[in-house]
């Protein structure tokens, strides 16, 4: 590697010292957006000797009469030269060619891109109510599938790039703000967004090498343009509701279920009427609220010739729909860039934030405190409270009321977060810059419990438990990177190299104190036991070679290599550093000469690319073999600390290794108004970092190996088209969808079974096995109602003549057969409407909310739909008989609970009006606007529970839509304002 | 100016290569390692101190009550958990819930063991002296046993992993299920390992595995292997009754109240202390509302069976210290019509999840009635008699009125259940009496037992982990 970097730089030495002398030079820009235009070529009358502008649209030339400019997309430029700087623009014919695409550490044109890119516009993002950055990406990128697995505000998402690649070392994309890689994109503010690339390839992503096998998300910022200062100011306001409610049955029919299920049992009914004639509850009342939203955001932003600025405040409030939950952020940003001399610049960009969250108990249910699930299974002949304040009880099991379970606990979580970085760009010689940047990413996080000591059994039972954990992380890195950038004659060359070293500590502390006196001071000092002080810290560093080489041949033909050398501290000493290149070529067809006469077409090109990437998210020391400390025992009254072995070694842990290639095509036609990207693409990744379940007898839950082999493939079509093009009236239209089949191709043998979405009492309802898909569903085939006992029969598939688990299968795959977007922008006059719709098509759901809504076996109230339960002999029905405990164990994992997850969802529309000019000018504003927004607000599908969109796993990989419990999606209306000073 | 810079820039790239290797060697901050553990005696010592710790998990709190009283006819299942309603009625699946943990946290517990006993036998640090290193082995041995024990009597036989387990490959982990006397028969070799290296007493009255417990636990195993050997029962039974410093407290609740613990009829217990990280939780989920703060049903409610034995015998001493009864309660329990409720009472403090009661798992009492069985199936009747009076006379019963051998061992295992009610051994004592399967149908018909269901199914997920196990039949 040293040697590598030695030559390398003598190379890029000898190189620049033979550069010639200058003459003429300047800037090339866009005449719109004042932009720099990055590859325009540029050539001297007379003597035909040209040049490309940099990527800061700079360029330099021996002198001559007069220059011609041209750059696709753009109108030919020709100019007399008349001074030594000029500072030129040209006019755009096709934007979307000329677009900056930022890549991993630098920039390209948009018709230079070699790799699979998708850009997403951060233009608008102020007037939806969205609370995260990946809410953005929602339905706008091929091949991007973004699920936003629970309703809570604010909550995570998971992003799935071309598919899932590895079964415990995480699947999320690498997100890199301004340059900076980092954790989560929490406390980020969407409308501080500029631009989102999605890098999807191996071409694009290897320069991000051990971190990109889910792909990269590069997140650009806001930035001030020169000569143009502005202040912005949006705020909107809104309401969101749960989008629907789920049937369960009144307090009559309730208390009929109970009393069949009791009698079917052999035991005497539980319930008489009469002594429940009060109350008729429904639950879903009376946690669901009509909850307020608001946004507010001021910026300023402008330059002048040498700096440029960006800074926003913002502050942004989403109640839940769920009473007491909620979501609080704000934030601050401040970019900012200057020019110290002609060849140093100098800026940084910083974000702070702050994020609360008022957390309410989902995803369990209401044996565990549930929220949904209790709403859904606590009786409706209670009341909420009892005479004397605590909260009632199902008078059967005294399990506590939802309403106890939202307002009882107080759970804040309290986020700080800094993430930025400061640079400084040197121009050493005419075509070789240096950058070095120094970027951190901190965070200090705090979680405060209380139970109230009287209001619950459990708060009585400890006087009530106080919990404070606090978590925080300081990671540093430094960049250094060179780029020499030349041109000649027709050849282009662009060649970077760097070396970045990365750095973290992680350090948490926990206590618990039980025993307060009332519910009025909640911090631990109150509590008169302290149960449980600990802290604990962990590290991790990462020290990376980077590189690239971009070569351009007259237009037509692009070769970028890319190599990325990673070496991890969470690797053993064997397996430490790993390797990842990647190469692609571009071939754009439409510059060749014999596609000049072909009018129709106006720009297309060929890309293919193939490279490596690597996943080393486990735990900073899986390879060692550990010892846990805390397994502490008394003697003698006297507590002595234990130490107990809590993990298996393996010193030969090494990188999960993604391959992968892609073929595509960029096709533009009807004079620049039709845009088609389709791309094929297959990722083969081997030696996954799975947590490969152990026989419990060795003591061990699991080990951690590098195993198996994943396979995703499939295609992607995005298209963008200019419907209509008048003065007053534009429509276009986005529209994109993809295919993406995931494959376990091996995990140890055909034999080797890995289980997971365990579901309460009913076992595991996922299949992890060689051949199937991640997360395939797995149980028993249901053959519908006895109508003799009411019992259900289940298919007996090895015809053994016994129903065991031998005889489950594969029942269902939670991952869709394509996944879409249809995006609309209409402007008319001062109008504009912007429609997108999202679908996902051909996935399963395991709605597991039904197991404990229809099961019937215990004293939870059930759903609308056991009304249809089978009563007596003869009778013919789906729904089996009430019985309690269950003996045949109808509610077991089967297909009777697996159902079609596909979904058309309106997922956002806005209506904007913008002040006509002369009002604006009135008024002394650069623009003004007003707009209404709905979010998620219409949707088309079969699925039966709250949404379909739903996992109660999160971003697990194994387990994935499973609905249990889970935070229902919220439809959002939202209205506000927008003054551009 | 210019070679500057790049002499600069490059004398950065290669200083940062050079340092690379040690940038990136990371240590765990928080735990210890294969590496840098075992090194000094107090790593032996908080080895070991973990391996007692597994006594506090919840299968020592917990499900050992529901295995040794509530599956037996002591108990019923009470509370509200479908698992042990199945274990209640004989309807277990490989899936149940406790059947899985319990299997889970009795490895862990032998994992913790082997641990110890695999490195501290090569320590040379000059802190740990040769007595106390034999001390930590021989403790560690006996808490193996103890697992194994457990593991046995809930499953047959199951893998012997005698080793803590270094790695993951396949050959290593995935071991058969061994025979039910290789499982004792490696139990009594820890145990008889053991006896020779632990103390008969600790400094200031810890309750380390002792002497006498070894002895007391290769009494049991002697007694419940497959032939039960009872000249060994006699010698280690023999062993514990002469040596004086164990004696019976003077009232049976003494055992109980709270105020003697590890009294001088204790011979192991495992320690509590209120209030702290190192509290029992356990009398939390069976003792009544009033003792608890709470209103849900609790679990382990004692069996019309068994206070109907208790009458039956006129046994009112140990009846009172055992059950205490409760009415006006917030649930009603169709097993108690009355109204009047019963609840375990040898734990007798809840103390809001966090009591300071220990539990006893062997005491003198035990000890005394294994006694008197070894010598009642070796023809002792006279020495068996006595024995069993001495147990009687402390809870103001009259001497036994057993006749013969058959009446006496009958007569023994009545008082077994009496005298050790709720401290989780029914279950194994009925499974070796070989009378279970006719006890349990006797009491509900609906069980349904047979010899099948004497044992526990292999957890499934432990089945679907290991290729090389075999399920008990039945399942």
Known sequence: ?981 | MNKLIYISGLTLVLFAGGCAKEFLDREPISELTEGNFFKTRADAEAALVAAYDALQSEYYIFDRFINGDVIADNCYAGGDNPNNFQLDEFKVTPINQNVERDWRYLYEGISRASAVLDNVANMTSSDLSEARKQEILGEAAALRAMHYFQLVNLWGGVPLVLKKVNSTDPREVNLPRASVQEVYNAIITDLEFALSRVSASYPQGEQRITIAAVHAMLAKAFAHQPTPNWSQVLVHTTAITDNLTYQLTNTFDQLWDGQNENSRESIFEVQYIGGTNEANWGPQLWLPPNLTGDNWRKFNTPSNNLIAAFDAAGDVVRKNSSITFRSNLPWSDPKFPSGSIPFPFKQRLANGWSSPNNFILLRLADVILLQAEAKNEQNDLDGARTDLNSIRTRVNLPATNASNKDEMRDAIMLERRLELAFEGHRWFDLKRSGKAVAAMNAINSNYQVDENKLLWPIPQTEMDRNPNLVQNSGY
Do not use: C
């Open chain 1, 1 to 981: 590697m040293k040697l590598f970097f030695t030559l390398f730089l003598t190379l890029l030495i000898y190189a620049t010292l033979s550069a010639q002398q200058v003459n003429v030079s300047g800037t090339v820009s866009d005449a719109q957006t004042n932009e720099p235009l990055i590859g325009v070529a540029i050539t001297v009358l007379p003597g035909k000797i040209g040049t490309v502008t940099d990527i800061n649209g700079n360029f330099s030339l021996p002198t001559g009469d007069s220059l011609v400019l041209r750059y696709v997309g753009y109108a030919e430029l020709r100019m007399a030269i008349t001074r030594r700087n000029l500072r030129l623009q040209m006019e755009p014919t096709a934007a979307e060619l000329t677009e900056v695409v930022v890549i991993g550490y630098g920039s390209q044109s948009r018709r230079d891109v070699t790799g699979s890119v998708v850009s997403v516009s951060g233009k608008d993002l102020e007037k939806k109510p969205i609370t995260r950055i990946e809410n953005a990406l929602q339905g706008q990128a091929a091949g991007v599938q973004v699920t936003q697995y629970s309703g809570k505000p604010g909550n995570t998402m998971s992003i799935r790039v071309r598919g899932a690649t590895s079964l415990s070392a995480g699947n999320e994309p690498l997100y890199v703000v301004d340059g900076v890689p980092i954790l989560n994109t929490e406390g980020l503010n969407p409308a501080d967004i500029s631009s989102i690339e999605v890098l999807k390839d191996a071409s694009a992503s290897a320069i991000y090498g051990a971190r990109a096998a889910n792909g990269v998300v590069l997140i650009t910022t806001k930035r001030g343009t020169a000569g143009r200062s502005t202040i912005s100011f949006a705020s909107s306001a809104g309401i969101s509701q749960v989008t629907r409610q789920l049937d369960m049955l009144n307090t009559a029919d309730y208390i009929a279920l109970i009393n069949e299920s009791y009698t079917n049992s052999g035991q005497q009914p539980r319930l008489n009427p009469e002594d429940y004639t009060v109350y008729n509850t429904n639950w879903q009342d009376e946690i669901y609220r009509d909850a307020a939203t608001s946004n507010h955001q001021l910026s300023a932003q402008g330059g002048s010739e040498n700096s440029r600025y960006f800074l926003s405040i913002n502050r942004q409030n989403q109640d839940g729909i769920v009473r007491e939950s909620g979501y609080k952020r704000t934030g601050v940003r401040f970019n900012f860039s200057s020019d110290l001399r002609k060849n140093i610049a100098v800026g940084s960009n910083f974000n702070l934030s702050n994020v609360r969250f008022a957390a309410v108990p989902d995803n369990s249910r209401v044996n565990q405190g549930g929220v949904i699930l209790g709403a859904l299974s606590s009786p409706p002949l209670i009341g909420i409270y009892n005479e004397d304040g605590t909260y009632t009880t199902n008078p059967l099991q005294s399990w506590e009321n939802p309403v106890a379970n939202i307002e009882a606990p107080i759970d804040n979580v309290n986020t700080n977060r800094v993430v930025g970085n400061v640079f400084l760009d040197l121009g050493l010689l005419k075509n070789l810059k240096f950058k070095t940047s120094f970027g951190i990413e901190a965070y200090n996080n705090k979680n405060d419990y209380f139970l109230d000591p009287f209001r619950t059994q459990f708060g009585r039972s400890l006087q009530g438990i106080g919990t404070v954990s606090t978590n925080q992380e300081l990671i540093w890195l430094s960049e250094n990177t060179l780029t020499y950038q030349r041109q000649f004659k027709q050849h282009h060359i662009t060649v970077l190299g760097g070396v970045t070293a990365q750095e973290s500590r992680y350090e948490g502390t926990f206590a618990r104190a039980e025993g307060f006196p009332n519910g009025t001071v909640t911090s631990l000092n109150a509590g008169s036991r302290k149960i449980e002080a600990s802290s604990f810290a962990s590290q991790w560093a990462l020290f990376s070679y980077l590189g690239r080489a971009s070569y351009k041949f007259n237009e037509k033909y692009l070769v970028d290599v890319n190599f990325r050398a990673d070496g991890s501290s969470r690797f053993g000493a064997n397996h430490r550093y790993s390797y990842f290149p990647s190469a692609s070529v571009g071939w754009r067809i439409s510059e060749e000469g014999f596609m000049r006469g072909v009018k129709a077409i106006n720009d297309m090109k060929l890309r293919v690319s193939v490279g490596t990437n690597g996943n080393q998210n486990i735990g900073d020391f899986a390879s060692y073999g550990l010892y846990a400390t805390g397994s502490n025992y008394n003697l003698n009254g006297v507590i002595l600390p234990g130490t107990r072995p809590s993990s298996i070694g393996n010193a030969d842990l090494r990188w999960e290794t993604t391959s992968q290639w892609n073929a595509g095509i960029d096709l533009t036609i009807a004079d620049y108004r039709l845009n088609f990207t389709a791309d094929i693409y297959q990722k083969n990744t081997r030696d996954l970092l799975i947590n490969v379940d152990l026989p419990q007898s060795t003591g061990f839950s699991s080990g951690i190996q590098n195993l198996g082999a994943i396979r995703n493939s499939g295609v992607e079509l995005a298209v963008r088209s200019k419907n209509v093009i008048r003065p007053k009236f534009n429509w276009s239209t986005n529209f994109n969808i993809s295919a993406n089949r995931n494959e376990v191709e091996n995990i140890g043998g055909p034999d080797k079974i890995i289980f997971a979405g365990n579901i309460p009492e009913s076992g595991f309802s996922v299949i992890v096995q060689e051949g199937l898909p991640l997360g395939a569903f797995y149980g028993f085939v249901n053959q519908g109602v006895n109508p003799e006992n009411g019992d259900l029969v289940f298919a007996d598939l090895n015809a053994d003549g016994v129903v065991n688990d031998d005889d489950r299968r594969v029942i269902g795959d939670p991952n869709p057969d394509f996944i879409a977007g249809f995006g609309n922008n209409i402007s008319w006059g001062n109008f504009e409407l912007d429609v997108l719709f999202q679908a996902v098509y051909g996935n399963d759901v395991l709605n597991a909310t039904r197991i404990e809504t229809e099961a019937m076996n215990s004293v939870k109230n059930g759903s609308a739909e056991t009304l249809t339960r089978w009563r007596n002999p003869g009778d013919i029905t789906r729904m089996p008989r009430a019985v309690f405990g269950d003996p045949n164990r109808n509610a077991r994992i089967s297909d009777r609970f697996i159902e079609d997850g596909s979904y058309l969802r309106l997922r956002n529309i806005t209506l904007t009006y913008n002040l006509p000019a002369v009002a604006q000018k009135r008024m002394r504003l650069q623009q003004a606007a007003l707009f209404v927004s709905g979010q998620n607000i219409w949707t088309l599908t079969n699925y039966s529970g709250y949404d379909p969109e739903v996992n109660r796993d999160g971003g697990s990989s194994t387990s994935q839509g499973i609905d249990y419990g889970t935070y229902p999606q919220a439809r959002l209306f939202t209205g506000g304002i927008r003054f551009d000073f």
